[in-house]
C-alpha cells in the first residue's frame, strides 16, 4: 500500500514562504518522480512542477517558476516545496503524487498514480 502524507500548509501573508512536505511509504521512492499540484475553488487542477527520481530534471510551471522549488531527500522518502514570495492566488490545496512507472517523467496528472490527501495554503493579502 502506498501513502503519500502532506503536511506543511498554511496561512501566511503575501510575500512571505512555506514548505511544504510530502512523506512516502510503500513504494521504492527513490526510483519515482515526484510531482506537485494545486487545486484553488471552482479551477481545475494544475500542475506545479516535478523532480525526477535522480534528482536531475526538474519542471516548473510558469506561474511558479523563480518562487517555488522541489527538492528531495530519498534517505527520508519524503519530498519537499519550498514556496517563496507567495501571492494571493498561490492560495489553493496543494498535492504531492508519484509518478506511474519507475524512471519516468511527466508532467500530466494523468502520469501520476498515488496522491496525497491534500494540504491547504492560503495567502492573504
Known amino acids: 500500500q502506498v501513502q503519500l502524507v502532506e503536511s506543511g500548509g498554511g496561512l501566511v501573508q503575501a510575500g512571505g514562504s512555506l514548505r511544504l512536505s510530502c512523506a512516502a511509504s510503500?513504494?521504492?521512492?527513490?526510483?519515482?518522480?515526484v510531482g506537485w499540484f494545486r487545486q484553488a475553488p471552482g479551477k481545475e487542477r494544475e500542475f506545479i512542477g516535478a523532480?525526477?527520481?535522480?534528482?536531475?530534471?526538474?519542471y516548473y510551471a510558469d506561474s511558479v517558476k523563480g518562487r517555488f522549488t522541489i527538492s528531495r531527500d530519498n534517505a527520508k522518502n519524503t519530498a519537499y516545496l519550498q514556496m517563496n514570495n507567495l501571492k494571493p492566488e498561490d492560495t489553493a490545496v496543494y498535492y504531492c503524487?508519484?509518478?506511474?512507472?519507475?524512471?519516468?517523467?511527466?508532467?500530466?496528472?494523468?502520469?501520476?498514480?498515488?496522491w496525497g490527501q491534500g494540504t491547504q495554503v492560503t495567502v492573504s493579502s
Open positions: 503524487a508519484t509518478h506511474r512507472y519507475a524512471r519516468e517523467f511527466g508532467i500530466t496528472a494523468s502520469t501520476y498514480d498515488y
Open positions: 510503500g513504494r521504492t521512492f527513490i526510483t519515482y518522480t
Open positions: 523532480l525526477s527520481w535522480s534528482g536531475r530534471t526538474t
